[in-house]
């Protein structure tokens, strides 16, 4: 079946550190790829997307590129800080008309200051 | 527009009672999928609606149930709560209409199970 494998964490760097969070997928198909990360005591929050091989997502200077050779899509971010502690899950979506997400098992970084 | 509303936001039951979770889509949002998320099994699908209709489910027992009304809000119930159900469960609102397949979570419901 559909599956996503994810670094396991959890991550701890310095403010300013260099990010590399790992995700590969199998999927039966070309699944929509997304980060997710998650704040304490909130929900999901979408941070990017992929949605077709060699797509980069972005957003608040974390980036992430859809690799169908190595079915991966790495997240990365050149400069962390202390506000972006938090889990992040990596996770596919197939089809529409099936909403369904799965998920990686998350990973949970800590900036230290 | 308003995010994804979920009540209430913590509950506590004992096992054998059941518990009833609401949700309520942003608005113009017609598909609503639930989600059970705890430290040792991570997120993992429950059921998602459409048009007041169960369209996917994923493998949980037949405990697990969901409802979805006319203007899109959802319920989902467990009956005969055991420990193990004892987890974060989230709901997530889709347009369902555009080339979107974006899903937008709400804050969750925490259920303690004691």
């Known amino acids: 079946g559909d599956s996503v494998t994810q670094m396991e964490g959890p991550v701890t760097l310095s403010e300013e550190a260099f990010l590399t969070i790992n995700c590969t997928y199998t999927?039966?198909?070309?699944?929509?790829l997304f980060w997710y990360v998650q704040y304490p005591g909130e929900g999901l929050q979408l941070l990017l997307k992929?949605?077709?091989?060699?797509d980069k997502g972005s957003n608040k200077g974390f980036e992430a590129t859809y690799r169908k050779e190595t079915t991966s899509f790495h997240l990365e971010k050149g400069s962390v800080q202390v506000s972006d502690s938090a889990v992040y899950f990596c996770?596919?979506?197939?089809?529409?008309?099936?909403?369904?997400?799965?998920f990686g098992t998350g990973t949970r970084l800590t900036i230290i200051p | 527009k308003a995010g994804v509303t979920q009540t209430p936001r913590y509950l506590i039951k004992t096992r054998g009672q059941q518990v009833t979770l609401s949700c309520s889509p942003i608005?113009?949002?017609?598909?609503v999928s639930w989600y059970q998320q705890t430290p040792g099994q991570g997120l993992q699908f429950l059921f998602e609606?459409?048009?007041?209709?169960?369209?996917n489910k994923g493998n949980f027992p037949g405990r697990f149930s969901g409802r979805q009304f006319s203007n899109s809000r959802s319920e989902m119930n467990v009956s005969t709560l055991e420990l193990g159900d004892s987890a974060l469960y989230l709901c997530?609102?889709?347009?369902?209409?555009?080339?979107?397949?974006?899903?937008?979570f709400g804050p969750g419901t925490r259920l303690t199970v004691l």
């Open positions: 996770a596919l979506h197939l089809n529409f008309g099936n909403e369904k997400l799965t």
């Open positions: 999927a039966t198909g070309y699944p929509s």
């Open positions: 992929a949605t077709k091989a060699d």
């Open positions: 608005s113009g949002h017609r598909s």
């Open positions: 609606y459409f048009s007041e209709t169960q369209r």
């Open positions: 997530a609102s889709h347009p369902t209409s555009g080339d979107s397949n974006e899903q937008f």
